[in-house]
């Protein structure tokens, strides 16, 4: 995971997936032949009806061949499974063609975001 995260620009962060894991209903993951982990998702929930992406991340050099579609398509489906009504996921706008085009998702006026180290 660390290694997806770094090559993804991200900074690993020790015990990281040790303090995720608990508030997880679940995770998907892609790898290449060789094992290497080339894409994820982790699904967090309210243990209701409400379920969450989080962490969507494909290898840069395996980045448009579908795989992070099929990894939120896999994390839409345990969710459901799970008996979540709702999977919500927030993004950038240059996001917007992967989730809403790609993987389905509508786009909401009717939602709220704090960045909390900007915010006072």
């Known amino acids: 995971m660390v290694g997806l995260v770094e090559s993804h620009g991200g900074r690993s962060d020790a015990g990281w997936w040790d303090r995720?894991?608990?508030h997880s209903l679940g995770?998907?993951?892609a790898r290449d032949r060789d094992g290497v982990l080339v894409g994820f998702v982790n699904v967090a929930w309210d243990g209701g009806d409400h379920a969450f992406?989080?962490?969507t991340k494909t290898r840069g050099n395996?980045?448009?061949r579908g795989?992070?579609?099929e990894?939120?398509?896999?994390a839409a489906q345990g969710a459901r499974a799970a008996g979540c009504e709702w999977l919500h996921v927030d993004f950038e706008p240059d996001l917007a063609p992967f989730y809403?085009?790609?993987?389905?998702?509508?786009?909401?006026d009717?939602?709220?975001?704090?960045?909390?180290?900007?915010?006072?």
């Open 62 to 64: 395996w980045q448009r």
């Open 100 to 108: 809403v085009d790609a993987c389905g998702f509508r786009p909401t």
């Open 27 to 29: 995770w998907v993951t």
């Open 110 to 120: 009717a939602a709220g975001l704090i960045h909390l180290y900007s915010h006072e």
């Open 67 to 69: 795989i992070g579609t």
């Open 53 to 55: 992406l989080i962490d």
């Open 20 to 22: 995720i894991r608990p």
């Open 71 to 74: 990894v939120v398509r896999r």
